[in-house]
């Protein structure tokens, strides 16, 4: 079944934008304007009690704003009915809010039945979404507590985008999620917005996130007060004061590497050989490591070079293939592993898993040293690239 994977984003501005609750003396947002542009995911990103799921809850209309104006496809949303509106906006939330009595499909199915559409149409719309966000298709007869934490934020985005909306709004919506899954649940999230290409407003606390997740990133301090707003790498080369440049970390030379990805790299070249051909010893390229690879150039072993044999390879001789990381992950990302796993290359794969290169820490480093008095950041973090 083909995938409607949907077209529609609409641009959402924030025009001098005041929200002060009842009671209250101090703003809870004051005076924010900015744009975010159709089909780019914006972050909201600040410290606890900056204002972010306020500004949420304005755009979708849970709650009224004192002064100024918001407009979604250059409308404002001021005329509009809150219900339409809803069902025109995209949420999640970080607990994720599935009705419990309600099996999935019925969930995903939520706002396409307050729309009027027939049961077939809803029925093959959940299906195709629960797909989209990579569950398998009998999850859609599951109730909400048989799910996993992480298969319950899939419904939340599956459902959220049910009606195929032109603005998604998500509120902190990894973040009762694990590390691990969390890494999952954004990696997945940033391969279907690649696809849907939606207007998104994503919020959250956590930097890392926002710089990973966001085409641009609105750093909110205290009071709702947009301090900068620009793309991630431009945020972490050039903070745009104090705050902003606590708020990114010290670390920030560290962060611009998960901006880099394996494929804008000079990968080393890997020797590989097929299983049962001979290989000279003396073509053997740097790390005196040899991978046996397929037909495809899949690898399927490892060697380390044997000067005193100039003996066919097998497979027999060969070793499990040591850490592997696919091109389309960050420098960031080869740094962690090479971490955790061992200080040596990572052998590079490409999108079918054929071999494409090694990456190595003097890569990294490179690529660390290439920003200006950024070396201090790495020294900052207590890592020895040189060792
Ligand atoms: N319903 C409310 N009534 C009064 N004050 C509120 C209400 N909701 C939030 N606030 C206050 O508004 C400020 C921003 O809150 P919020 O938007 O939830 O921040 P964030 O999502 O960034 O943590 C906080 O000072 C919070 O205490
Ligand atoms: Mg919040």
Known sequence: MPVDTGKTAAPLEFRNVTKRYEGTDAAAIKDLSFVVPAGEVCVLVGPSGCGKTTAMRLVNRMIDMTGGEILIDG?????????D???EIGYVIQHVGLFP???VANNIGTVPRLLGWDRKRIASRSAELLELVGLPAEMGKRYPSQLSGGQRQRVGVARA??????LMLMDEPFGAIDPINRDRLQNEFLRLQREIKKTVVFVTHDIDEGIKMGDRIAILREGGELVQYDTPDAILANPADEFVARFVGADRGLKRLALT???????????CVREGETISPGTWVDNDIVVVVDGERKPIGE???????????TLGSARPVGASIPITASLRDALSLMMTESIRPLLVLDGEGRVAGWVSIDQINKAVRQVPNESAAIDAAGIDLDK
């Open 75 to 83: 409308k404002s949303i001021s005329g509009r009915s809150p219900a």
């Open 85 to 87: 509106l809803r069902r």
């Open 101 to 103: 009595h309600l099996n």
């Open 161 to 166: 985008l049910a009606a195929d909306p032109p």
């Open 261 to 271: 990805n394996l494929e804008q790299v000079d990968l080393d070249e890997v020797t």
């Open 303 to 313: 060697m380390t070079r044997d000067v005193s044999s100039d003996s066919a390879v």
